[in-house]
């Protein structure tokens, strides 16, 4: 459902916590600043000032709409780019500036079964909408969602407990499949998304929905590749 743009203005977001994912991510919760109205799967605009000037940058906000206290965000920060810099060097107390906000509510339609798709800090829009359905309640009892979840190491898989007691509460509603290129741990599978999609396609229903989150190359190569396997154009929808 549409929502009024609360974000006529820029905001101030006080960093109240921050935890360190094997030097790979950083999940960021800050304060939600009062009239701070968004749907769950939205992406925020956050101002980035560094030695080089001011730019913005996408993120996709990891916190269900649902939650009032704080916002999320999960942060890939293992690169020596200028956005990652930035966020490495950030400490507890600090303001973060939102600027702006974007995106639609991704999923409206849940008389279907559901396949979301996310490779690393792609997680972050899911997450936000696992967290509606199940941890504030909005689950109808009757969704069919599946998680494919990859990422490089299986000891930086930012949320893995999470949504693991999540599946374990509502395992009628809610099936994980997590992949990763390096396994320490016996309850994920070896090898990419790619890998996963393939050894689980024929195991899912071909009427579902596919919703991918990840880098620009990620979601082509997983579209390409469920197309591949006949589902339909239609039934594919991404969020960069």
């Known amino acids: 459902m549409p929502i009024t743009n609360s974000l006529l203005k820029s905001y101030e977001s006080k960093i109240v916590e921050i935890q360190n994912i094997d030097a790979q991510y950083l999940l960021f919760k800050c304060e939600r600043p ?12 956050i101002e980035i000032n560094d030695d080089i000037g001011t730019c913005e ?12 206290n704080f916002l999320e965000f999960c ?13 490495r060097k950030l400490k507890i107390g600090e303001l973060l500036r939102i600027n702006n906000l974007g995106g639609t509510e991704m999923i409206t339609d849940y008389s279907h ?11 972050a829009p899911f997450r936000a909408i696992i967290h509606d359905l199940f941890i504030y309640k909005k689950t109808s009892g009757s969704e069919n969602i599946t998680l494919i979840y990859g990422v490089k190491k299986s000891s930086a898989m930012p949320y893995q407990k999470e949504f693991k007691d999540i599946e374990k509460q509502f395992s009628n509603n809610l099936k994980l499949i997590l992949s990763s290129e390096e396994v320490q741990d016996n309850t994920i599978s070896k090898g990419n998304l790619i890998t ?13 929905e596919f919703y991918i989150c990840g880098s620009l190359n990620m979601i082509q190569t997983v579209k390409d590749k469920l197309i591949e396997h006949k ?10």
């Open 34 to 45: 009062k009239n701070f109205n968004f749907n769950s799967g939205q992406y925020a605009s």
């Open 57 to 68: 940058f996408l993120y996709s906000i990891a916190s269900s709409s649902e939650e009032t």
């Open 75 to 87: 942060i890939q920060v293992n690169t020596q780019s200028r956005a990652s810099t930035f966020w």
């Open 113 to 123: 079964p559901i396949v979301m798709i996310a490779g690393g800090s792609g997680i």
């Open 196 to 208: 996963a999609i393939e050894t689980n396609i024929t195991n899912l229903d071909k009427k579902s």
């Open 231 to 240: 589902i339909p154009s239609k039934q594919i929808f991404h969020e960069y």
